[in-house]
């Protein structure tokens, strides 16, 4: 499988969904969620959007051709946090199929913390990227839940809701 085929839909259906979350706490609570946190040590929901983004920015340079890059901008308010999805998600979208190095070529990661890695491109994605990617936009599910935004488990797969067929006569 390509790298292509890897990213691009899943992470295009969960950004979808990071955005879907976003216009709901914008309908249920406003800016002030952005602040909230679903443990003192944990990141706040303006990280967790922001952390999610910047995983496919990191992403699209390490594994193709593109020089997309996310300013740091405001994320004090909801409206900005949508904008980012949006910008990342346009910039996956444009970003050509033909653009993805080889499965096979080394990707190096460094971590703030000092942790090193190396893996191939199509590890790196599978185990690195989505995994990340995941783990933020549950996080800022979770945080909109613990305030008290009405999101359930149809909020969080909204994307399939173009699979979904009528249900057979009883």
């Not at 999610?52 to 340079?61: F, H, P, R, T, W």
């Not at 980012?84 to 050509?96: E, F, G, M, N």
């Not at 996080?139 to 699979?163: C, E, H, N, W």
Request: contains cysteine.
């Amino acid at each position: 499988m390509s790298l292509a085929a890897q990213i691009k839909p899943v992470a295009d259906n969960a950004l979808g969904t990071l955005d879907h979350l976003l216009a709901k706490a914008t309908e249920n609570g406003g800016d002030a969620l952005l602040g909230e946190r679903l443990a003192p040590d944990m990141f706040p929901l303006s990280a967790q959007v922001r952390i999610a983004c910047d995983q496919i920015s990191a992403a699209l340079k390490r594994v193709t051709d593109s020089t997309f890059s996310l300013p740091d901008e405001d994320d004090t308010t909801l409206a900005a946090a949508r904008e980012r999805v949006a910008k990342v998600r346009a910039a996956l979208a444009d970003q050509s199929d033909d653009s993805f190095v080889a499965p096979d070529r080394t990707i190096e990661l460094a971590l703030p913390n000092g942790m090193n890695f190396a893996m191939r491109a199509d590890e790196y994605v599978r185990d690195w990227t989505l995994p990340q990617l995941f783990f933020h936009l549950t996080t800022a599910y979770a945080i909109l839940r613990a305030q008290g935004v009405s999101v359930g488990k149809a909020d969080f797969l909204p994307y399939m809701m173009k699979y979904a067929k009528a249900a057979a006569p009883a």
